[in-house]
């Protein structure tokens, strides 16, 4: 009896080595043995330490990419009000990255060379969820972030946007131009905390000697944008690709400019380490209709769906078109991506989203179905 109660302890003795060890194997294949992109060597001298808040949203994921690839050091912080982890997985456990769980609205400590500050709800569905949310990320966020450059002397970035401008009476709009806008409409939590923001940069500059650059960035599509986005590009895909009406607000005569997310981060990058203090306009200035962009999304997707018209909204802008004289001549910078190309890569982003998203809720209806087959059969087993 005790030979066989020993042979039971020895056998379960090797399972349990069995499982450490397989935990083991798999603790080095996500740490030590994940294969990371690419990325550029660089020596002490000419390595940036990088902080991004919102580095986990649509834009600044994207801007993540792109200064991890360059050989820079990059902090990300992100609250994940918007922002996704699983933009930025291919990154963790790399040396030279770090993400954050992280509210700007509280102070955050850390020595850096630079801050990209885009911490903020930027879509009307996300910002006027929370708008008292959104104004304090905006106000007190970028009060926090300008402390922190004042005290590491840090150049900060400031993601403004076109929105500052409002309804505009001015087209295509310039930097100079001052806008039009309701300063207790629904869009106001957004649009309000972006100007205060511009004017906290400029007053810290003046007062603080900080060194600030402030990107105007206009409408902006790409990879990792969210299905439930709420702005037209996202909108527009989904329902082509579900064959659902493509709705559009009002009579879709307004017009709209949109840049591919990666020409955006390239102009971004170019303000950053450009030598101007002074607002600059990131966009791309070729106009379209709300009627032709639905025709367009329609066409790519190779979809049959309607479109409809459904009531204005308020305060929507009529025009948004970007003055980037500006930006070529101070950043010599253009955007190079054409619309269809970036509505192409897209489309296939949002097809990938749908597939996998149908998938998952397939594998929850199967799990949670008591009446369904294979979930009886797991119960009795």
């Not at 303000?271 to 009627?291: A, C, D, Q, Y």
């Amino acid at each position: 009896m005790e030979r066989i109660l020993l042979d039971r302890f020895e056998a379960l003795q090797a399972e349990m080595q069995i499982i450490q060890n397989e935990l083991k194997i798999s603790k080095a294949a996500k740490n030590g043995y994940k294969r990371f992109p690419n990325v550029t060597f660089r020596n002490e001298g000419s390595r940036k330490r990088i902080l991004i808040t919102g580095g986990a949203g649509f834009v600044g994921s994207h801007l993540v990419d792109k200064l991890m690839l360059d050989g820079h050091e990059v902090v990300a912080l992100d609250n994940y009000f918007t922002g996704r982890k699983h933009n930025l997985e291919h990154w963790i456990g790399h040396p030279n990255f770090e993400l954050v769980h992280h509210d700007v609205v509280n102070p955050y400590f850390i020595e850096v060379d630079q801050i990209y500050h885009l911490a903020s709800p930027a879509s009307p569905p996300h910002y006027m969820l929370n708008p008292v949310k959104t104004i304090k990320t905006n106000t007190i966020g970028t009060i926090n972030m300008l402390g922190l450059a004042r005290r590491v002397k840090a150049r900060m970035l400031l993601a403004s946007t076109s929105e500052v401008y409002g309804d505009p009476e001015v087209h295509p709009q310039p930097e100079t131009y001052w806008g039009h806008v309701n300063t207790v409409g629904p869009r106001a939590c957004y649009d309000e905390g972006k100007r205060v923001a511009e004017s906290l940069m400029v007053s810290y500059q003046k007062q603080e000697k900080v060194e600030i650059r402030i990107a105007r960035i206009f409408n902006t599509f790409g990879p990792r944008m969210h299905m439930n986005d709420g702005r037209v590009v996202s909108n527009f895909i989904i329902q082509a690709l579900e064959e659902k009406p493509i709705t559009i607000y009002g009579d879709g005569n307004q017009t709209r400019s949109f840049q591919y997310v990666d020409d955006l981060v390239d102009g971004l990058i170019e303000l950053m380490n450009s030598n101007t203090s002074l607002p600059v306009n990131i966009g791309n200035p070729e106009e379209h209709t709300v009627n032709d962009f639905a025709k367009i999304i329609r066409d790519l997707v190779g979809s049959q769906s309607q479109i409809i018209h459904l009531a204005q909204q308020q305060d929507d802008p009529k025009q948004r078109k970007p003055d980037i004289r500006r930006a070529a001549e101070l950043l010599n910078w253009h955007p190079k991506v054409s619309m269809k190309d970036g509505l192409k890569k897209t489309i296939e982003f949002f097809r990938k989203e749908l597939r996998t998203t149908r998938e998952r809720e397939a594998d929850e209806k199967v799990r949670f179905d008591l009446d369904n087959p294979v979930t009886q059969q797991l119960l009795n087993l």
